[in-house]
Each structure stands twice: as structure tokens, then as C-alpha cells.
């Protein structure tokens, strides 16, 4: 069923921007239609792909993204953005003094790259992931526990620990309710605590130029599309709410790391990246945001 409200602000002042579009590398799922809000810009699919769609299209998925996308991914581990995302979270937990040794949560973490190098990076802080397969094999050899899970519901009461850090990469988009996905992220972290998420920004430069050819446009999959104010008004209201306290807030526009062959195949050039004679990276302004949270 449609909905009449923006999944970040709330509003009911929505435009519908596309009709029928079906998934850019898997043509069975869909056809989707596309809103964006008018208030905050955020843009999002209406209807939602039912819970049974979303479960036929991810059985065809391992672990949480497209085959040639991770292969892809892979040719390039050491220059990719789960690279940078780890060393920056690394950054992150130095400036706001962390304490040595502490407790992290990676939601969603769909092969365990961020988790793996974030435990290379840190051996001696504690890792858990939550995603809905099984622990892949890198996970498990690593010592991080694992849980699985659905990240769309009330994930957070089933979990009693508290985490100094729990982020979020590439997931939010992946949601029915961005809202609910930060409000139980807010709940895992602990007092004094981070949250991070990364994710595609559609007020970006990038998303506007490009319209449905930029890659994060991918219907029936990216299921919302936030930009910075449609984050900031969901943050307001959650903090309006009084259950969670925040500390400070920081949303801002985030150049990634991409591999030029990763890039290549995203941008459906195939022929150009068959013939990179060696591959680097390069930081795209492909249009991201982060979403770093402190919490009271
Ligand atoms: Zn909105």
C-alpha cells in the first residue's frame, strides 16, 4: 500500500518522480514507482517492495549484494571504500576518546569487509555483527561474534549489550523505515557513545546530473534515498521524542574511495574496464552523506 508520509520527515507533501522501474540488474523485481518528498528531498519507493519480494530478491543475493558487484568489489580490497569506512571509523573512536579496547557493533554487515578490517585495524577492541545470513567464513576466523537478524523491526530489544560504537555502511538505504533503523541503532549505543552510518545523499550534485543513471538510483533495492535535511529532521524528531538523548549531531557530504575498475563496472562501462591496464582509486564525489551521532 502506499504511503502518504515521507519516511524521514514525516511530511505529506510528496511528488511521485518515476513510474515502473524495475531493479537495473535483476529485471524480475519490480515494476517499482519511485516519490520524493518535497519537504526534506528525500526520495523513496511507494509502495515499499512487500517482506516475500524482498526475500526472492535478496535468495539471489550472497551475502546481501549481486555476485559481479562483490567480484568486482574484490578485484580492488585493499583501495576500496570498506577500506577508507574502517579507517575512519578508527579516526573517529580516537577523537571522541573511546576507550581502549571497546565494544563496536557493524548493522548489516553483509560479508563482514568493514568488520574484518576494523578488528585488523583494532585487535583488541570487541567486535559483533548483525545481519540476517550466516557468519561468513573471514567473520568467524577473526574472533567477532555474530548475530543473525532482521535489521527492519525492533531488532535492538532482542539485544541487551551496549556498544561504544555501532555503525551502520550502505544500509540505511536498505530499509522499509529509516527511521526505526536509527532509533534502534541509537538504543545499541551506549552513553557518551557513536553512532556512524554511511549512505547515498540525494541532494548530492552527483544524483541530480545523473537522475535514474546514478548507481545508488536502484529500484526495489535502495528502498529510500536521504539527503543531509531529510536525516537532520529525522534526528530532530527522534530527539523530540525524549526516548534517546543525543549529544551532537554532525551530517555531512562524504567523498569515497572507489576503485577505477569497481567504478567502471558500477557505471555499466564494461568495455572501458576490460581494457584499465592496472587499477587504482580515486575519491568520488558520487554523492554520500555521514551521519555521525554522539550520544548524551
Ligand atoms: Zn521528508
Redesign the pocket.
Known sequence: MKTKH?P????SVIEERYRGHFHKFDASHGPFDFDV?Q????GFCNPMPSPEQLRFFYANYESGMPEEYRHAMNESEESSWHTQIAKDLVRLARIHNLPEGFAWMDIGAGAGEIACQLQTLLPRSAGTCLDLHEPPEGVSKKGISWMSGDINGNFSQDIPKRFNLVYASAVLEHVISPRDLITNCLALTDRGGLLYMFCPDYSSLASKVMGTRWPYYLPGEHLTLPTVG?IH?CLESIRDSGRVGIASVTVRRKRISYAMRYMLFALGLHSVRRYLPFDFSLKFPTGCLELIVKKA
Open positions: 515521507c524521514y520527515c514525516g511530511s518528498c519537504d526534506c528531498g528525500a531529510a529532521r
